[in-house]
Every structure is written in C-alpha cells, then in structure tokens.
C-alpha cells in the first residue's frame, strides 16, 4: 500500500476540501492548557466475532477520537458502521495518553504582518509531550470541532528554529566575510544599511546592528552568561526611533513587534483564558531566543514592571493561576520610548531616564545594556530634509542570514582572549566608579554589560577561528578566508564551525561606546552634583546640627522623619498634637537645609541624599522625645546623687545630655517643660531638682 503523503500547508489556508487529509505545518504555539488525557484504547465487542482494538493515540483512527472528543452521540453509529454489526458493545480502557489543548498561528514568513497570520487556531496534541520551545512543526490530521470550525489533531510535535532550517554555505561565509570582516568603514556600512532613510543617528543604528548579532549566551569568567543585549530608544517624539523597529520587522521579517496597548502583562508576558483554560504566552515567550520589538515602550503599566523586570533577569515566565506552566524568554529586546518631556525640559538628559511612566525604581535601568539617546536637535533639519531612501549598503538577504548566523551560535562557540577579558575588568573597574544608586547607568553588574557588548562587536566584526567537526581535520586557523576553508575541506562529510574570538580591540570598541552614551547623557555631570548633595563636610554637619538645636519644633519632626521615612504630616500632627499648619512650618525649616523632601509619586516625607549623610554622621543613636526624657532624668538623679542637697546645674545636665545623644535645645526645652509640670523645680536660677512625691 503506497505510503500517504503529508500536505505542507499553513493554518491560514486550512479550508473544507483537507477534511481528513494528513498535513504538516510549522507553527507558532501561542497559548496552552494544563496537561489532559485520553483513553488510549477503545474496544468493540461484537455479539458474534473477535473483538477489535483501536489505539486512540494511533493516527490512523483519528475518526473515532475525533467523535470522542467533539461528538460523543456519533460514536455509536459511527462503530456500527465500522465493525458492520448493529449489536455490540464498547469500553474505554483505563490506561491513558497525553493530550493538549494547544493555540497556534502560523510562522510569519513573506505575507508577514497580514491579519490572519496571528489569528490562532485551537490545534489538540495526542500523545505527546510539550517542547520547550514555541515553534514547532506539527504532523496530524485536518477534522472539525463541535462547532464545525476546523481543526487538527497532532499526532507529532517536533521543536524547530529558523536558524536550525538555514544551511550556512561556503558562499554565504564569504559574504559575511566581505561585508563584515573586510570591511573598514563597518559603521557607515551599519548607518547605510539599516533603515537608510533616517540619516544622523549613526550610534542608534549601530546599536541596533548590536543587540540583532549579540549571542544568546556565552561563558565568562568560568560561568554561563546571558549574552542577549536589551537596548532601549529613549527620547523625543518623531526622532526616527519607531522607524528603526519598523524596519527590522518589515525588511529584515525579524522579531516579534508590540505596539501600544500590547504593552501589559498580558500582552509581554501571559495571560489565562479562563473560559478555556488556557495560557496565552505573550510577546517575550514567543521570542524566545530570537528578538522582540515594542514601540511606545513607555505605555508599559509601573504595576506590571516588576513582573516584567523578573522575566529579563531570570529570563523565564511562570504562570501559577488557574492553568500553570512556564515558558523561556531568551529574548532579544529593542525597545523604543518616549519620557514625560522633551529632552530639552531636564536639567541633565540622564534624568529623562528615570521619568519614564513604565520606571518607578532606578534598579529597573541595570536590566538594560544600551540607552540611545534621541535628542530633536541633534539632526539638522536641512539634513533630514535631503534625506531619500537607498538601497542598503550591506544587502538585505545578506544581514538577514548574518543575524540568523549570529543566533545559530552556541556559548561555548564564543572564546574570550585573555587580554580581552583582562580588559573588562579594567574598563568595569573605571566606569564603576561613576556608580550612582539614584541612576544606576552604571552598576555593580556591569562587567557583564561591558562583555556583552564586546561579544556583540566580535560577532559583528565576524571576528572567528574556523575548524571542522571531523577529527580529520584540524583547526584551519584563526581568521581563515572563506577560500581557505573551501580549499581544505573539500569532502562534504566535515561541517564548517566557527568560534568568535572576542578580541582587547571589540573591548576598546565597547568601551568607546559606552562614553559616547554616558556623554550623550550627561551622566558624568549629574553624577557629580548627586555626590555633591549626599556628600556632607564637617562644618555643614555642625550648621544642620546647630539649626535643629535652635528650633526644637523642627527637630522634633526631623527626628520622627529620619525614624519612620514616608510618615506624612497628618500622622506627626497626631502625634504631637499640634497643628498640620505648624508640622508643615517645622518641615519647611528641614526642606530649607536640604535634608527632607516630599517626592512626587511617593506620600509623607523622605529624607535627601543629604539627610541621610547627615544621621550617618551622628555618632549617637537618634532618640525619641520620651527617650530623651528619660534620659535627662537619669542624668540629673545621678547628679543628686553626687551634688550638695542634691541641687543639679542646669547647663551640666545640658551638657551630659549632648554626649548622651540629647541636643542641647532639647534639654533646655525638657527642662522647662518638667518646671512646669513641676517634676522639677528651680532651688535657684540655673540649678533644680526633682520634685519629691
């Protein structure tokens, strides 16, 4: 019997004439349910006659477990039919067999970006075990559900990727040699390439062409790394940043594009149908290990940053709701953002970057790797106005399969020299020490950053020593020509494999850009004057300290502000039980010295960068006022104890209170506060004692 063919289709074209035909198809899986099953076998049982067997898991009855699972009152008949006897029984067996409810769309290829293609379709997988992965090329039979809509059933599920399906050829090295190895004008090359009709943004578009190339993972310093570069576009409406992604998605057909209200949770990383009970993996899960594009980053809600900001650490999403399952999301990320004001509205344009909608903690900037600033004014308008498109300088097909060559790397084809990685440690050595917590550009981790970006530039260098995976053949030797290669392998038994050598020179080059953007930024500058606000000399301590002794009302509310950060002004009102007008004259006086603030997004008041410097500097623990109470009764019941008739000088206790952490505007104002009350009264002018009760 001649062996059934497979119809190569794709889920858009599915249509009623496949009924029942054996199809394949390559697939992206986009959503899923928790883990089902069926009965693996169904018996008949005739009144006269052997009884038949059919595996539900087998392909060939895919009829019986079609009525199985969509129409339950056709069984029967449908068995009569087969067996040709009205008069049978049948059971299910208990054993049983995997099934998924799988949701999938079709793998964009050149009608890429049409509606249907990310329409998905419910696909039902028989016996099978989940992929890591979410693309997959599926093997099943074409039916129809209970609402006559069609569907497959799966009987095989292999995983694939798109740099798996592309042969390298001797050709296409050469190529890559040509364009990216020989070629000494690279970044003019990169700048007329990607999206030529934006002219002035030369670092933006070589950013670009970095984080497309960057490794998903390589090893540094004897641990795995991540090696995927996350690069944010940030800056002024209309500077060419959206064009950019745009480009790489209809030109290069690369990436997996959001856009706009995309930019949640559910549309980044996951959502649960609950209707269907299925998991809907978002943007990043289904680029994994490839690159995800999302424009109008900014719309992102700060409610699902945090989420968001695990998943590119941890590079994984876990769902544990109703449906559980997780997915990678080794991504890629370039990312296009506008902040709150036009660059021009800040002081340093570093700020900007911590006036994003989506940023709400400084630690969300050291899970990125680049920052391009867009700045309106740094393209002349008549150069924008001369501006036309031109074909690429490097062909398109040429860096599309470069970039597919790229991320057909595996970590351990990614070689440090060691002067290389000798020089990242320098360079992470000299820019750490413009760290800064209020805006981490640069951070404890940024030794892997400065790595990443210079494996990004050997890659794009096609900087490599090339060797065969036959024993037979030895390493041809670093920086081989394509000729060579072709040359000495000449059997078709030995596959070409290429190291990357990461280079001091990719290092350098990594380091230069790494100025540029803090330059861009004004980084360094607004580093320096944060330092010089948190930075606190002597005599600016002894000035606060001297204040706060001055206006005991002030003090009081300082003190309370420094133990309790975020305390509003209804809560000390309370607790003092004076007025929310006097609190805030008491913080006004604390807001004049720098050392409180009242932060825009955050409730109550904070301490500055100064104030904090400034309890550092306190060599005593702050006290409470009934703790200073307590302690300038102590003071003065053992001064009695050593005094004549037990009479206290009042300017001793202030000045045994002051070493006692008490300031000497608060002991006078305790002191005649309890004259008062009358715990203490005066013997004579300047000298009390305690009141005897």
């Given at each position: 019997m001649e062996e059934e063919v497979s119809i190569k289709t794709r889920l858009a074209k599915l249509s009623a004439d496949m009924y029942g035909e054996k199809v394949v198809l390559q697939v992206l899986i986009s959503g899923q349910s928790n883990p089902k099953n069926i009965p693996k076998i169904l018996t008949v049982k005739p009144r006269d006659g052997n009884p038949q067997v059919y595996e539900l898991d087998k392909e060939e009855n895919y009829k019986h477990l079609r009525n199985l699972l969509f129409f339950p009152r056709e069984v029967k008949g449908d068995l009569a039919s087969d067996v040709g006897d009205q008069r049978f029984r049948y059971e299910y067996s208990e054993a049983r067999a995997n099934y998924y409810i799988l949701f999938c769309r079709d793998i964009p290829g050149e009608e890429k970006f049409e509606e249907a293609i990310?329409?998905?379709?419910?696909?039902?997988?028989?016996?099978?075990?989940?992929?890591?992965?979410?693309?997959?090329?599926?093997?099943?039979?074409?039916?129809?559900?209970?609402?006559?809509?069609?569907?497959?059933?799966?009987?095989?599920?292999?995983?694939?990727?798109?740099?798996?399906?592309?042969?390298f050829s001797t050709g296409d090295h050469?190529?890559?040699?040509?364009?990216?190895?020989?070629n000494p004008d690279l970044g003019e090359s990169i700048d007329r390439s990607i999206q030529p009709l934006?002219?002035?943004?030369?670092?933006?578009?070589?950013?670009?062409?970095?984080?497309?190339?960057?490794?998903?993972?390589?090893?540094?310093?004897?641990?795995?790394?991540?090696?995927?570069?996350?690069?944010?576009?940030?800056?002024?409406?209309?500077?060419?940043?959206?064009?950019?992604?745009?480009?790489?998605?209809?030109?290069?057909?690369?990436?997996?594009?959001?856009?706009?209200?995309?930019?949640?949770?559910?549309?980044?990383?996951?959502?649960?149908?609950?209707?269907?009970?299925?998991?809907?993996?978002?943007?990043?899960?289904?680029?994994?290990?490839?690159?995800?594009?999302?424009?109008?980053?900014?719309?992102?809600?700060?409610?699902?940053?945090?989420?968001?900001?695990?998943?590119?650490?941890?590079?994984?999403?876990?769902?544990?709701?109703?449906?559980?399952?997780?997915?990678a999301c080794r991504t890629r990320l370039l990312v296009a953002a506008n902040p709150n004001k036009v660059l021009d509205g800040y002081v340093d344009s570093a700020e900007a970057l911590v006036d994003l909608r989506c940023l709400t903690d400084p630690v969300d900037l050291t899970r990125w790797d680049l920052f391009v600033r867009f700045y309106g004014k740094d393209v002349p308008d008549r150069e924008i106005a001369n501006s036309r498109a031109a074909e690429p300088r490097i062909p398109v097909d040429v860096m599309r399969k470069f970039i597919l060559w790229a991320w057909s790397l595996r970590p351990e084809q990614i070689k440090f020299d060691p002067e290389a990685e000798k020089r990242v440690k320098e360079a992470f050595l000299r820019f750490n020490k413009f760290y800064h917590s209020d805006l981490p550009l640069v951070h404890k981790g940024f030794k892997e950053v400065i790595a990443r970006i210079a494996a990004s530039f050997a890659v794009l260098h096609y900087s490599i020593a090339t060797y065969c995976n036959s024993a037979t053949h030895p390493l041809i030797r670093n920086n081989s020509t394509s000729r060579d290669i072709k040359n000495t392998v000449t059997s078709g038994s030995a596959a070409l494999l290429h190291n990357v050598v990461v280079l001091p020179k990719h290092v350098?080059?990594?380091?230069?850009?790494?100025?540029?953007?803090?330059?861009?930024?004004?980084?360094?500058?607004?580093?320096?004057?944060?330092?010089?606000?948190?930075?606190?000399?002597?005599?600016?301590?002894?000035?606060?300290?001297?204040?706060?002794?001055?206006?005991?009302?002030?003090?009081?509310?300082?003190?309370?502000?420094?133990?309790?950060?975020?305390?509003?002004?209804?809560?000390?009102?309370?607790?003092?039980?004076?007025?929310?007008?006097?609190?805030?004259?008491?913080?006004?006086?604390?807001?004049?010295?720098?050392?409180?603030?009242?932060?825009?997004?955050?409730?109550?008041?904070?301490?500055?960068?100064?104030?904090?410097?400034?309890?550092?500097?306190?060599?005593?623990?702050?006290?409470?006022?009934?703790?200073?109470?307590?302690?300038?009764?102590?003071?003065?019941?053992?001064?009695?104890?050593?005094?004549?008739?037990?009479?206290?000088?009042?300017?001793?206790?202030?000045?045994?209170?002051?070493?006692?952490?008490?300031?000497?505007?608060?002991?006078?104002?305790?002191?005649?506060?309890?004259?008062?009350?009358?715990?203490?009264?005066?013997?004579?002018?300047?000298w009390v004692k305690r009141t005897v009760r």
């Open positions: 990310y329409r998905s379709i419910p696909v039902h997988l028989i016996g099978q075990q989940l992929p890591s992965t979410k693309r997959v090329r599926l093997e099943g039979r074409v039916v129809d559900d209970d609402k006559r809509s069609l569907t497959i059933l799966a009987y095989s599920i292999r995983p694939i990727e798109e740099r798996h399906n592309i042969e050469e190529q890559f040699e040509h364009y990216f190895n020989n934006i002219v002035g943004r030369p670092e933006a578009k070589l950013a670009a062409a970095l984080t497309l190339c960057s490794p998903q993972c390589f090893y540094f310093e004897g641990e795995l790394v991540r090696g995927n570069l996350h690069t944010a576009f940030i800056g002024d409406s209309t500077t060419g940043k959206s064009r950019i992604l745009e480009w790489i998605r209809d030109v290069l057909k690369l990436g997996q594009y959001g856009v706009g209200d995309m930019s949640t949770y559910a549309g980044l990383l996951a959502a649960v149908d609950t209707d269907k009970d299925v998991i809907i993996w978002g943007l990043l899960p289904m680029a994994d290990r490839e690159l995800a594009l999302i424009d109008s980053f900014q719309k992102i809600h700060p409610e699902d940053l945090p989420m968001f900001r695990e998943a590119l650490r941890d590079e994984r999403i876990v769902v544990t709701k109703k449906v559980t399952g997780e997915a350098e080059e990594a380091e230069a850009l790494i100025e540029e953007e803090l330059e861009a930024w004004e980084y360094r500058p607004l580093v320096l004057r944060k330092r010089g606000e948190t930075e606190l000399s002597k005599a600016e301590a002894e000035i606060i300290t001297t204040r706060l002794e001055e206006d005991s009302g002030a003090h009081r509310a300082w003190l309370e502000i420094a133990r309790a950060p975020g305390i509003e002004a209804t809560t000390l009102a309370e607790k003092f039980k004076i007025s929310k007008s006097t609190i805030s004259r008491d913080v006004a006086v604390l807001k004049e010295m720098g050392i409180v603030e009242s932060k825009e997004r955050r409730r109550g008041y904070w301490l500055t960068p100064k104030g904090i410097a400034y309890v550092k500097s306190l060599k005593a623990p702050m006290l409470s006022q009934e703790e200073k109470i307590r302690c300038v009764f102590e003071i003065i019941e053992q001064m009695e104890k050593t005094g004549s008739n037990g009479v206290v000088e009042a300017a001793k206790v202030v000045e045994q209170a002051m070493g006692a952490g008490v300031p000497k505007s608060s002991t006078r104002e305790i002191i005649k506060q309890e004259l008062r009350r009358g715990r203490l009264f005066e013997v004579k002018p300047g």
